[in-house]
């Protein structure tokens, strides 16, 4: 009956790591280019248990969340006629430089505007970091905005990114250093949607609420039953 104990424990845990990813991607319907995230479950190891008369039988131990990736499916484009505003199509990333850190980090959200220093002006994101060229250098604009000079960066293998928050990926050895990305296109007065799906959404949060529901009858079930056994005694 302990691992009765464990094996609700655990499937608790996974579901609840499952329901806030879900409730994550809900809650971010409307952000520009968003990504959803992806939980994946791995069962966790079987042992076998004399069930008479020499069969035996296979007993699991739950499951737990694997991994949590990333959905890179492109949202569609949204026209807003913003001069600034720049939607990636199909693969790629913006790479932004951090004014304060210098730390570069990529993103799909090109809702970018204009800071001034001085007498200069830098494209920068929402956020007001630098958004880089494709020599990796901050983008000064002078007589005007070209969506040309915005670089446009991709990975060996993006699904490695390290998910930061605020749209925000960055770069890790699994993912592979950002290299420039010739084969990708901006298209200048759009941007992307939120590819997160509001019907797919809720059905995987109907799913991992009755899951949930049902491993916390089971604790409760297990938990009864040690008190059955322990009167006994």
Known sequence: MIKGYYTAAQGLLSNQTYLNNISNNIANLNTTAFKPQQ?????????????????????????????TGIDFTPGTLVKTDAPLDCAILDEGFFAIQN????AV??????AFSISVEGNN???VDNAGNYVLGSDS??????QGFDSKAVGLFNFSNPYGLKLLGNNQFEATIESGQGTIYNQGSIKPGYLESSAADISSE??????ASKSFSFNAKMLQTTDEMEKIVNQLR
């Open 39 to 67: 939980t994946e479950f791995s069962s966790l190891l079987y042992s076998n248990v004399n069930g008479g008369s020499g069969n035996l039988i296979s007993t699991g131990s739950g499951a737990k969340v694997e991994s």
């Open 99 to 102: 004014k304060g850190s210098n």
């Open 105 to 110: 980090t990529y993103t799909r959200n090109g």
């Open 121 to 123: 002006e830098y494209l």
């Open 137 to 142: 250098q901050k983008i000064e604009i002078s």
């Open 202 to 207: 809720m059905v995987k949060m109907i799913e």
